[in-house]
């Protein structure tokens, strides 16, 4: 079919307005037409005619099916041809006179028309080199095809079963047969003595020849994702070995034989049913990073305190309740989802490392040893039972990432200001904590905003979270009302936020003072509890006479308190209050909804109305 060259500025030519008609007209037929042909290719795919689809690409659309090109390969330069429709490689097919002196064939079958590569594939390019086929249907290969003189051989995901003759391509030097159905590999597959890579993860293989050992040369080793129960002695042959993948396979234990493999870099053995290492797994003097996790550990092997050049760690998914040796030499440590129950003196003494992360643990304390990791600066410990952070956190210098997500933490430290490091700030899913403005304040203005917040708005060391409704203070027991300060550390707070108002007050020296003896002490906790018991009642006749407001309409819950959040709200009049900016009386005197967090408040109200009657001193708040 022949083609036209159509130009846009044709009437600037000297065309007159009919011929430029003419011409718009022809180009919109021939695209109609092509598309046509576009679908009758697809149509003919999915009735299954595939000859109607060979005589489609071979008429109308061979230019488009395979390209050619040259590469420079270390001085050398590379014919390569890469065919997009396995229709043009018939046996007579015309094409191969333009393919028979390829060096590297790339073959695309995206409509799975072919179940095996032909013969006369290998026959028609004699001087091929590089062979690569890719997602199609293919089982088997010809055993023409594995010859001298091939180097490169890909093929991954597809249906190959076997790889028979294999051991006559003595030249190959990088397989990859990934993501395939195979289930052995050739008794005689240790005679492929130059290969360098080998890739046979994603398949079924049981077992690895005995001769395994045979390829002296190989350097990249990825067995992943078989079946694999043991490896095999040889394997200490391998001793230009750099890099090993076993993830995803059924191995109890790794052979003694592996510490001999010295030029060893990574080792990858995740998703087995390894217990221990090997004795001698010290010996593996170049190992920089180690991934043993989702496997069966119950400690940290001890071997790995002895290896000068580990530099990453990784062993989540395990049972591992101890750290027995300091691993002085780690980067990068990762131990998530395990059941330590603490950051010990070991696992501190892992002086150089930069990336911890303790994620879904037991942890209950960060220690004030933690000053001692002068390099960290990632430190997960999200899905801790974790309820505080220490003041002496800002003493990691370096630290730019800190997740506490799904922890108990209370507040957060004033500390978090002095971090001029830290860039990132993770405290979603954390239930108890008493502000939620810090959640809001770092999701909308970042790190910045929230250590300007915690700046002005410092948390308070006197406060306890009692349920989601009410926070009192750390000296005031929830049953048995007030209690004498052990330190006398008075340090009343009162945090404004908007129309809001929070209540933070420890009770006063005077009152503390008031139980010192013991018999006076009980005898005033009685009489605290029914006048709180009083003052709650009285409360929630205030909060029934303003449940027609619109401002504490939504989100109430029966008793006039709001449920969101993690601290919950009710609704007083300010004039009640004693200590607040506003006077009774006044223009401003109305009722609006306030933070009740702080019950002792309405206590030393009750016992001031008591003491007016009775004729005694005033009792001071220090609100």
């Avoid at 109607?52 to 330069?77: C, M, N």
């Avoid at 006179?97 to 409509?111: G, N, R, S």
């Avoid at 190959?160 to 395939?180: M, R, T, Y």
């Avoid at 989601?468 to 929830?478: A, G, N, S």
Wanted: charged content about 25%; overall charge neutral.
């Amino acid at each position: 079919m022949s083609t036209v060259a159509f130009s846009d500025d044709v009437a600037a030519d000297g065309k007159d307005e009919d011929d430029v008609t003419n011409m718009m007209l022809l180009r919109e037929k021939r695209n109609f037409t092509r598309a046509k042909l576009q679908g009758m290719r697809v149509m003919s795919v999915i009735a299954g005619n595939y000859n109607s689809r060979k005589k489609v690409f071979s008429e109308i659309l061979e230019h488009a099916d395979y390209k050619t090109y040259e590469i420079q390969v270390a001085g050398r330069t590379l014919r390569c041809a890469r065919v997009f429709n396995p229709a043009l490689l018939a046996k007579n097919s015309k094409t191969w006179t333009t393919l028979a002196d390829i060096q590297i064939f790339e073959l695309e079958d995206p409509e799975g028309i072919l179940t095996s590569i032909p013969k006369h594939y290998a026959t028609n390019m004699q001087r091929l080199e590089s062979f690569s086929i890719t997602w199609t249907r293919v089982k088997s290969l010809p055993v023409e095809l594995f010859r001298q003189g091939l180097k490169t051989l890909s093929l991954p995901r597809n249906h190959i079963k076997a790889l028979n003759g294999i051991e006559k391509a003595v030249d190959l030097s990088d397989l990859n047969a990934s993501s395939n159905l195979l289930t052995e590999l050739p008794k005689t597959f240790g005679q492929l003595q130059n290969l360098t890579t080998l890739d046979v993860s994603g398949n079924a293989i049981r077992e690895l020849p005995v001769n395994f050992g045979s390829l002296n040369q190989l350097r990249t080793l990825d067995c992943s994702c078989n079946r694999l129960a043991y490896l095999p002695d040889s394997i200490e042959n391998l001793t230009e070995l750099a890099c090993l993948d076993l993830n995803n396979n059924h191995l109890a234990e790794l052979p003694e034989t592996i510490g001999n493999l010295r030029k060893l870099e990574d080792l990858r053995a995740r998703g087995n049913r390894l217990q221990f290492l090997p004795n001698r797994f010290d010996r593996l003097v170049k190992l920089g990073s180690l991934i043993l996790g989702k496997n069966r550990f119950e400690e940290v092997p001890s071997q790995l305190s002895n290896m000068s050049s580990l530099r990453m760690l990784n062993m989540r998914e395990n049972s591992i309740r101890g750290f027995p040796r300091a691993i002085s030499s780690l980067k990068t440590l990762i131990l998530d989802s395990n059941q330590l129950d603490e950051i010990g003196v070991q696992l501190l003494s892992c002086s150089n490392v930069e990336l911890l992360s303790l994620e879904n643990n037991a942890i209950r304390l960060i220690p004030a040893g933690i000053d001692r990791l002068k390099h960290l600066r990632v430190l997960h410990l999200g899905g801790n039972p974790l309820d505080a952070v220490p003041e002496n956190i800002d003493q990691l210098e370096k630290l730019c990432h800190l997740s506490l997500k799904g922890t108990n933490i209370r507040t957060l430290p004033t500390a978090i200001v002095r971090m001029d490091s830290l860039s990132l700030l993770d405290i979603d899913g954390c239930p108890h904590l008493t502000d939620p403005y810090l959640r809001k304040e770092l999701k909308e203005n970042g790190i910045a905003g929230l250590r300007s917040y915690i700046s002005q708005n410092p948390p308070s060391s006197d406060l306890i979270l009692t349920d989601r409704r009410t926070v009192l203070p750390r000296y005031f027991d929830e049953n048995n009302g007030p209690i004498s300060d052990p330190n006398n550390k008075q340090q009343p707070t009162l945090v404004h936020q908007g129309n809001r108002v929070t209540i933070f007050a420890p009770l006063s020296n005077s009152v503390n003072q008031g139980f010192a003896g013991a018999a006076a002490a009980a005898a005033q906790q009685t009489a605290d509890q029914k006048v709180l018991k009083q003052s709650k009642t009285t409360q929630n006749e205030e909060s029934r006479e303003l449940k027609n407001l619109d401002s504490i309409r939504e989100g109430k819950s029966e008793d006039g308190y709001s449920l969101d959040g993690d601290v919950a709200y009710g609704t007083v009049n300010k004039s009640k209050v004693k200590g607040m900016d506003q006077k009774p009386g006044s223009d401003e005197d109305e009722d609006e909804p306030l933070d009740l967090v702080d019950s002792g408040v309405l206590i030393r109200q009750r016992l001031d109305a008591q003491d007016t009657e009775s004729g005694a001193t005033k009792r001071q708040s220090h609100i």
